[in-house]
């Protein structure tokens, strides 16, 4: 394939991408002027410890920045897009007071056949699936136009949810979780998010190589075998592999193990977390389902660190408009136009601003400064394989897996197989990196 040169001229910015520029720049000074608490993120929900204070200092700036950031993108672009922002803040509390790291559940289960948090994955994609497939099949929302996000099936999937999910061990984060532990103050994540732009822009870049391999047409369950059937078979499916982790557990420990005792309880816990992660699942399974109410379409977010990084490398007078990912109509209007009218944009700011005001109220935003060195590789490795291997496989744990079986997609369940050998790969490399390998299911902050 003949590639597209990289030629560099000067290119004024737009209103709106300097509205844009500005809105970024005063969320991530503010949220880096916050301060340390004495705390670490990483510490395990339910641990013997006195229970920190909330950090007002953090809550105070997350209000702010979530609140003015909604007026703002409310006045700048609409009301829709607004509420759609503030769901990724909400988004964002969810994940962090649950700690729904799809990550350190993958891993847990490899390495130590430990299953709740592959069974937590298994109530949200059922809640979603009920609530989706009707709607879906129906075609419509409160009057709103509605479609999944339904992929090809191809080498492009397969391959890239393969590299995603090595990513995932190496990077120590999944797409959800790499935002919101970015968002609870997590320094080395800061890394990995960088390299995931940068990794997505290569991918962008490289996608129209794949494309042209073998790939199958798109598939809906829904549309090929109505929704009830489709509901049907799914539901069948989760209550397969639920019981299958119950089975492998207990055939390796003899038991199921018991979470700690909460130190919190009632509208306390609600605010403050931990969260059961069953809450996480149900509540990530309805925030979705706003969203495919608002947006006309489900939740993802990797989409938006191609969209920065080719914003960032036009701005620098690199053509990468000229790239056949990017003259797809829906991709050259996202160019185009201000990052705050990007739905994905605005939600992925959200979800950092929501974690961060999680982790105000949790008392726990406390930013670790000094990174071991194979650590920070292992971050940058990992950062670059998860953005080049979701640009491949149409979406990330998010965007494929979750929603994409949410929506009937036959690609979520190639890809959800693609990246737990993936996973299986990055998880016995961990070791190389001086990465930890848990034999206990404690909640961690990936």
Not at 27 to 39: A, K, N, P
Not at 158 to 185: D, E, H, N, P, R
Not at 216 to 225: D, G, I, K, L, T
Not at 295 to 312: C, D, E, N, Q, V
Request: hydrophobic share 55%; glycine share 14%.
């Amino acid at each position: 394939m003949r590639r597209t040169a990289f030629p560099v001229e000067s290119i004024p910015l737009s209103t709106e991408t300097n509205q844009a520029i500005a809105f970024i720049n005063v969320s991530f000074l503010l949220f880096w002027s916050v301060g340390m608490t004495d705390t670490t993120l990483g510490r395990a929900a339910g641990s013997a410890t006195l229970l920190p204070g909330i950090d007002w200092r953090v809550v105070t700036v997350a209000l702010l920045a979530l609140v003015g950031g909604g007026l703002w993108i409310g006045d700048a672009v609409s009301g829709r897009q607004a509420a759609l922002y503030l769901v990724g803040g909400v988004l964002g509390l969810v994940l962090y007071h649950a700690l729904f790291g799809f990550t350190s559940a993958f891993r847990v289960f490899i390495a130590d056949r430990r299953g709740a948090g592959l069974r937590a994955q298994m109530v949200m994609l059922a809640v979603a699936c009920a609530l989706f497939f009707p709607v879906l099949a129906a075609g419509t929302l409160f009057g709103t136009p509605v479609k999944g996000l339904v992929s090809p099936v191809g080498l492009s999937v397969v391959a890239g949810a393969f590299l995603f999910g090595i990513g995932m061990q190496l990077g120590g984060g999944c797409a959800s979780g790499t935002l919101f532990t970015v968002g609870g103050g997590s320094t080395r994540m800061v890394v990995t998010l960088a390299f995931f732009i940068v990794g997505s822009v290569l991918g962008a870049y490289h996608l129209p190589w794949w494309q042209a391999q073998w790939t199958a047409a798109p598939v809906s369950v829904v549309a090929a075998w109505g929704w009830p059937v489709a509901l049907a078979v799914n539901l069948a499916i989760f209550a397969a592999v639920y019981a299958g982790t119950l089975a492998l557990e207990k055939r390796r420990h003899g038991r199921l193990i018991e979470g700690a005792p909460a130190r919190t309880e009632g509208l306390r816990r609600f605010l403050r977390g931990p969260w059961p992660l069953v809450w996480g699942a149900v509540a990530l399974a309805v925030l979705n389902f706003a969203t495919l109410a608002l947006a006309g379409r489900p939740w993802g977010i990797t989409s938006a660190f191609a969209l920065w990084g080719s914003k960032g490398l036009a701005a620098l007078g690199v053509d990468v408009a000229s790239w056949p990912f990017w003259q797809a109509p829906a991709q050259a209007k996202a160019l185009q136009e201000s990052v705050l009218a990007d739905v994905t944009s605005v939600m992925d700011f959200g979800i950092i601003l929501g974690a961060l005001l999680a982790a105000g109220l949790a008392g726990k935003f406390a930013p670790v400064w000094k990174l071991p060195l194979r650590s920070l590789v292992a971050a940058v490795i990992g950062g670059l394989l998860l953005g080049y291997g979701s640009r491949l496989a149409y979406g990330c744990n998010i965007g494929a897996y979750f929603s994409g079986i949410a929506s009937g997609s036959l690609h979520g369940w190639v890809w959800i197989v693609a990246a737990l050998a993936g996973n299986y790969l990055g998880t016995a490399l961990r070791p190389f990196f001086g990465l930890e390998v848990e034999r206990t299911p404690r909640p961690t902050a990936c």
